[in-house]
């Protein structure tokens, strides 16, 4: 056996760890389809096709094609209990049969006033349905089942009131033993055009009086995504939240970087810091200059004081699953099968679960 083909490695097969998926972005073509002709002939939707709305093979969304895919499509085709729960199951039979072992799905509560849904109803389907999901289909063969926490996303067009309710909702659904499925964290997302997240400090300033009383809920935060909102001044507000991870970092200065590295290294609390990195999206989107190559996954995975966790964001609207991800990554920047499986296992030192699941997937993920 040669050198290339003992390093050769089955990425599906790979135990990994997803922590940066949206719900609704990480619906496939083929659900979405599915959901389209039942509900076509119920005479219960005037959509076009999704198959034809978002060709199979079309990944070249920006963030202005972005943005009003959901709201003008996706979000008007999964608008009750029916589809929302249909969709959840397909991602998480998805995410299960790439080998993903344990996933952090996060998603905007959303009301479904035609079907009679509010928010909180809307997050408990979530919940119940990954509940259900753990509880009826253990997996054939492999590594072991996978495990799901839920994030709770503020858009950044939310009014404070808005963020105020997805923290209740957060605080209502958060279970601090993290014994079941619960809410463990809330994020930061949405259109990086909308300003004024400065308002948002009570709801995701970790330091935050509310925030305070409930220390084992994380905070992970989209950061420096396109270049209106990477500023020095909001990042530095960002990062004063701290927040437990962020997510892209793409448009950093000097300045933000070495920050960020603090957070890791600090003294208050040393830990290594987790960045949850998406490659397909940054480069199919165009929200970094040139290919796969000049991602910054090559400047901060051997960054002693972060944790690098590659993630998909949007597989349904980019197409690369995570175990595609993890080929990509060995491709271009040249790691091998013991760098490979060191990169998926350091993940599980910034997951949002507790330590039961952290020694759990520390039996199962190869090393
Ligand atoms: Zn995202």
Same mark, same amino acid.
């Given at each position: 056996m040669t050198q290339s083909q003992k390093d050769e490695i089955d990425f599906t097969a790979l135990p990994k760890i997803e922590l940066h998926a949206h719900l609704s972005g990480s619906i496939s073509r083929q659900c979405l389809h599915e959901i389209w002709l039942k509900k076509k002939a119920e005479g219960k939707t005037d959509l076009e096709d999704p198959l034809v709305v978002m060709p199979e093979g079309k990944h070249d969304y920006d963030l202005k094609t972005f943005f009003p895919l959901f709201s003008t499509y996706t979000y008007r085709l999964i608008d009750d209990a029916w589809s929302l729960r249909y969709s959840t199951l397909s991602v998480l039979r998805d995410f299960a049969a790439d080998g993903v072992v344990y996933l952090e799905l996060r998603t905007t509560p959303r009301e479904m006033p035609a079907a009679g849904l509010d928010k909180e109803d809307y997050v408990r389907l979530v919940l119940d349905t990954i509940s259900q999901y753990e509880a009826a289909e253990p997996p054939a063969s492999g590594p072991g089942m996978m495990h799901t926490r839920l994030i709770l996303s503020v858009d950044r067009r939310n009014t404070l009131p808005e963020a105020q309710h997805v923290l209740s909702l957060a605080e209502k659904f958060h $279970?601090?033993?993290?014994?079941?499925?619960?809410?463990?964290a809330l994020d930061l997302c949405g259109d990086p055009s909308a300003p004024d997240i400065y308002k948002f400090a009570p709801v995701l300033d970790s330091r935050a009086p509310r925030r305070r009383l409930i220390p084992t809920l994380k905070t992970t935060l989209h950061f420096a995504e396109a270049e209106c909102s990477s500023s020095d001044a909001e990042l530095s507000t960002l990062l004063s939240w701290q927040p437990d991870r962020i997510g892209?970092?793409?448009?950093?200065?000097q300045t933000i970087r070495e920050a960020i590295v603090a957070r890791g290294g600090g003294t208050d609390e040393k830990r290594p810091y987790g960045l949850e990195l998406c490659l397909s999206c940054n480069v199919h989107a165009g929200?970094? $200059?040139?290919g796969f190559e000049e991602h910054h996954f090559g400047e901060w995975w051997q960054e002693k004081d972060c944790v690098v966790v590659i993630c998909t964001d949007d597989v349904g609207v980019f197409g690369s699953k995570l175990s595609n991800e993890y080929a990509l990554v060995a491709h271009h920047f040249g790691l091998g099968r013991a760098e490979i499986c060191a990169l998926a296992r350091r993940g599980i030192d910034v997951i949002f679960a507790g330590e039961d699941e952290k020694a759990r997937l520390r039996e199962i993920m190869w090393t």
């Open positions: $279970s601090p033993d993290d014994r079941n499925v619960n809410v463990v892209h970092v793409i448009h950093i200065s929200m970094i $200059s040139g």
